[in-house]
């Protein structure tokens, strides 16, 4: 089974930066559309965004464009997430995934434990 792991979560002030992490253990990880999804407790999965296993197709979430950026080193087997201006409501469990396919780019089929994001005032 394809594990996912996460990083790079922690405590950072509004306006701030992050950078996350996702190592997939996956060897057909470049041909897989990966993305990151949030979660927090007793609340539903809310997408974040998503990136064609080429990287050549991105999609965010509203609340994402603009101030968070997905890339991936396929060469390394690492997807990020560059997240910039950061908010409290941004505060959160962040969740690295694989995506089902390109026909469903926003829709998990496997993913992480997940990294903490906590974005103070």
């Known amino acids: 089974q394809v594990q996912l792991v996460e990083s790079g979560g922690g405590l950072v002030q509004t306006g701030g930066s992050l950078r996350l992490f996702c190592v997939s253990s996956?060897?057909?990880?470049?041909?897989?559309?990966m993305g990151w999804f949030r979660q927090s407790p007793g609340k539903e999965r809310e997408f974040v965004a998503a990136i064609s296993g080429d990287g050549g197709t991105t999609l965010y979430a509203d609340n994402a464009r603009g101030r968070f950026t997905i890339s991936r080193d396929n060469a390394k087997r690492t997807m990020y997430l560059q997240m910039n201006s950061l908010k409290p409501e941004d505060t959160t469990v962040y969740y690295c995934?694989?995506?089902?396919?390109?026909?469903?780019?926003?829709?998990?089929?496997?993913w992480g434990r997940g990294t903490q994001v906590t974005v103070y005032s």
């Open positions: 996956s060897r057909t990880f470049s041909d897989r559309v």
């Open positions: 995934y694989a995506a089902l396919s390109i026909a469903f780019m926003t829709q998990p089929d496997g």
